[in-house]
T-cell receptor, first 116, second 111 residues
Framework: DGGITQSPKYLFRKEGQNVTLSCEQNLNHDAMYWYRQDPGQGLRLIYYSQIVNDFQKGDIAEGYSVSREKKESFPLTVTSAQKNPTAFYLC???????????????FGEGSRLTVL | KQEVTQIPAALSVPEGENLVLNCSFTDSAIYNLQWFRQDPGKGLTSLLLIQSSQREQTSGRLNASLDKSSGRSTLYIAASQPGDSATYLCAFGSNDYKLSFGAGTTVTVRA
């Protein structure tokens, strides 16, 4: 089945550690995104990528890093510089590559990160 | 920056009642909007996508309308069922790759 796979589903981290969240899609979509979701708030964009080997910062990129070496993969690293990393992280993709329209967005099942 | 508001934050209705969920936005220069459903601890599932040139979209018991002049979108769910219990989020696409999300409306349908 086509879709977006995120792993791990749950992750615990000690303060000062970097962690990497995986996102893989087999939808042949060009654009991929990382969002953060906190209780009572809308989703906030961390990073997005329109094409392989290119990515842009979203609204809350500080303390995060990404790479886009393959079309189907867009891993997110939560670094120790992120002051409040405990959250639900969602990866998404879309087929549109036009700069004016995101097209329909498809999401993975999410990864819940807890800092101990 | 697009501001998106969903009111109420939570809603409880008896089974069979029609649901009306509201979403308002501040910038009329939108390109599209999407309605999503999210179950607890899960990702988002796309329900309907309306392009800026369209007024509404329908899928089964769901109907979404878009009124750019008033800055509003409404999601109607006919004859609600307990399985419709979830959080519903709206999101607007602007002239870049970013979607602006509302915080969602959590719906409980009582059997």
């Amino acid at each position: 089945d086509g879709g977006i796979t995120q792993s791990p589903k749950y992750l615990f981290r000690k303060e000062g550690q970097n962690v990497t969240l995986s996102c893989e899609q087999n939808l042949n979509h060009d654009a991929m995104y990382w969002y953060r979701q906190d209780p009572g708030q809308g989703l906030r964009l961390i990073y997005y990528s329109q094409i392989v080997n290119d990515f842009q910062k979203g609204d809350i990129a500080e303390g995060y890093s990404v790479s886009r070496e393959k079309k189907e993969s867009f891993p997110l690293t939560v670094t120790s510089a992120q002051k409040n990393p405990t959250a639900f992280y969602l990866c998404a993709s879309s087929i549109s590559t036009t700069t004016a329209n995101t097209g329909e967005l498809f999401f993975g099942e999410g990864s819940r990160l807890t800092v101990l | 920056k697009q501001e998106v508001t969903q009111i109420p934050a939570a809603l409880s209705v008896p089974e069979g009642e029609n649901l009306v969920l509201n979403c308002s936005f501040t910038d009329s220069a939108i390109y599209n909007l999407q309605w999503f459903r999210q179950d607890p601890g899960k990702g988002l599932t796309s329900l309907l996508l309306i392009q800026s040139s369209q007024r509404e979209q329908t899928s089964g018991r769901l109907n979404a309308s878009l009124d750019k002049s008033s800055g509003r979108s409404t999601l109607y769910i006919a004859a609600s069922q307990p399985g419709d219990s979830a959080t519903y989020l709206c999101a607007f696409g602007s002239n870049d790759y970013k979607l602006s999300f509302g915080a969602g409306t959590t719906v409980t349908v009582r059997a």
